[in-house]
């Protein structure tokens, strides 16, 4: 036994850091050495860190909100067991606040020769690309006295994608598109709209559709059903300047605008119109064209989920141009911007002319519930100021918006929750007016 322990505490020795037996050690060795020789001993019998080897497998993208589960396989090829407390790093926003110990930090005991795996259970909380940091583990001897660490990179990226909240919208609106189309009994017309069949005439029907031809061919009045165009180009784009980075309660307005123009995209899409996407403040920040419609809304999300604002004014004639180059024949052009006066009366009005000339503009904006609430506050000085402020902010919106319609611009001005629906409602006005 003295031979083996001897042999234990020069291999450990041996193994040990430089610089490892400092005076207090020395102390201890010579005031307790069985005990320095176990802890001694423990840490030469630990398995080693540096030899271990790691694969990591599982999700590569979650929707926000969501759960992803990234597996990470631990290769034990060192002829000791590896007894060890594990910690997958990830960055703060991979887990819900106060969660990131419990979901990061893993026991797990690996015998010589062998593998185990682990998994590490993610809630990002926030869009964007969550890249794994590094893997720290700390691997003990048999009784636990002493340890040794070390850290590894072990690559993985999780895509955090829009969560679309909007989506609970598209199953009502798809029911207006149908009626549109004209496959319920409610038969929309308007201007521009393409013939679709004949059917008798029915009190209330409008006069201006009864087809005087084939009345005169049959005994009763028949009158002509449309259906509205299809394969028209709607180009989406979004305002990344800094205006689109001020939060609007829980969540910045640019998340807000990619909710919208997520349910947009699938309406249009069902309708049989193609959809584009651009996303700029001084440069192209996203871009997605030329998709079929099975490809587009994965394209569209993958594309919006690492986009960020920009802290910088959008330079409104590089974004006009843009989109008049993206959008060579005549497009719906939805716009997603602030309606603050400034960005409006300085950037996007004198630009304005040369995208209502060739096209349809309509500009999409998240107003702030909260100014809704100021607006309406009373009881105490502090809330008829507040009242007052709020009153102020909203009429200087409606002034804004109205400086646009005057121009020939449909402007949708919601609050977060209601963007989206507003935003669909207003498509298949525009459709169903034969404006598209």
């Not at 939060?247 to 998340?255: M, Q």
């Not at 997605?288 to 920009?310: C, F, K, T, Y």
């Not at 502090?382 to 918006?401: F, L």
Request: glycine share 6%; proline share 6%; with cysteine.
């Amino acid at each position: 036994m003295a031979l083996t322990g001897r042999t234990a505490l020069l291999a450990a020795l041996g193994s040990l850091p430089v610089g490892i037996l400092t005076p207090s050690w020395t102390g201890m060795l010579a005031v307790n050495a069985p005990l320095s020789l176990a802890i001694l001993c423990d840490y030469a019998l630990a398995a080693p860190v540096r030899t271990l080897r790691f694969t990591r497998s599982g999700d590569t993208s979650v929707r926000l909100g969501d759960v992803a589960e990234v597996q990470l396989t631990v290769t034990n090829p060192s002829s000791r067991r590896l007894r060890a407390h594990l910690r997958d790093a990830w960055p703060p926003s991979s887990w819900l606040t106060g969660t990131e110990q419990a979901a990061s930090r893993h026991k797990l005991t690996v015998p010589a020769g062998e593998r185990r795996r682990i998994t590490t259970v993610l809630r990002p909380t926030r869009r964007g690309d969550r890249q794994a940091d590094r893997v720290t583990v700390r691997s003990y001897g048999p009784l636990g006295l002493a340890a040794r660490q070390g850290n590894h990179k072990v690559p993985w990226t999780v895509r955090v994608l829009p969560p679309f909240t909007s989506r609970k919208h598209l199953p009502s609106r798809l029911a207006r598109l149908r009626e549109l189309d004209g496959r319920t009994s409610v038969l929309i017309r308007g201007q521009g709209t393409e013939f679709d069949s004949l059917r008798d005439y029915v009190p209330g029907d409008d006069t201006r559709s009864i087809d005087w031809r084939a009345t005169a061919r049959q005994t009763t009045v028949a009158v002509r059903t449309w259906r509205p165009e299809r394969d028209r180009h709607i180009l989406v784009v979004l305002d990344t300047g800094r205006t689109s980075a001020g939060r609007v309660g829980d969540i910045p307005r640019l998340d807000a605008a990619m909710d919208a123009a997520l349910l947009l995209t699938a309406l249009a899409s069902r309708a049989g119109d193609r959809v584009d996407l651009l996303a700029y403040d001084r440069r192209i920040r996203a871009q997605v064209q030329g998709r079929s419609a099975g490809d587009l809304l994965p394209a569209l999300v993958n594309a919006l989920a690492p986009l960020e604002p920009e802290l910088v004014e959008t330079d409104t004639r590089g974004l006009s141009a843009t989109a008049l180059k993206s959008a060579p024949r005549r497009s719906l052009i939805v716009l997603f911007t602030s309606l603050d006066t400034a960005p409006i009366e300085e950037g996007l009005l004198p630009v304005l002319p040369q995208l209502t000339q060739r096209h349809t503009v309509l500009v999409a904006s998240v107003a702030d519930p909260h100014i809704q609430q100021m607006s309406t506050a009373r009881g105490t000085i502090e809330a008829v100021y507040d009242a007052a402020a709020g009153t102020q902010a909203q009429a200087q919106r409606r002034r804004t918006a109205e400086q646009l319609q005057r121009h020939g611009v449909t402007v949708v001005d919601a609050t977060p929750d209601n963007l989206a629906p507003a935003l669909a409602d207003a498509y298949l006005a525009l459709k169903a007016a034969g404006r598209l």
